[in-house]
């Protein structure tokens, strides 16, 4: 694990740079994390692909797959690649602040 510092606040990530506490997230961490990522600004359709994600997990215990990103976030498959173009559920999870999905290498 290691500790790195977003939107002045020290969070600790796993080794794959996923969030070890998601609760410690803020939407100006994503918003950080997404330009680092090479993502200019997050729109409102990023927001609303964050949010699910973020619902997502803390209803279920995991993050959405791809595929039910795409059937129940608002946000079609096509569009989630242009959104997110490392990988939608992953790099979504990531910015979201929760654990990389089940399913996701």
Not at 3 to 26: H, I, K, M, S
Not at 77 to 104: D, E, H, S, T, W
Request: glycine letters at 10%.
């Amino acid at each position: 694990m290691t500790t790195t510092t977003y939107a002045g606040v020290a969070v600790e990530l796993n080794d794959e740079g996923f969030f070890v506490d998601p609760t410690q997230w803020t939407r100006e961490m994503a918003e950080e994390m997404a330009k680092a990522d090479g993502i200019e600004a997050l729109t409102p359709q990023h927001w609303q692909v964050l949010d699910f994600m973020r619902q997502e997990y803390f209803e279920k215990g995991t993050g959405p797959t791809v595929r039910v990103l795409g059937k129940n976030s608002g946000v079609d498959v096509k569009a989630l690649y242009q959104l997110f173009p490392k990988g939608p559920a992953k790099m979504a999870a990531r910015l979201a602040g929760i654990p990389k999905p089940k399913g996701c290498i």
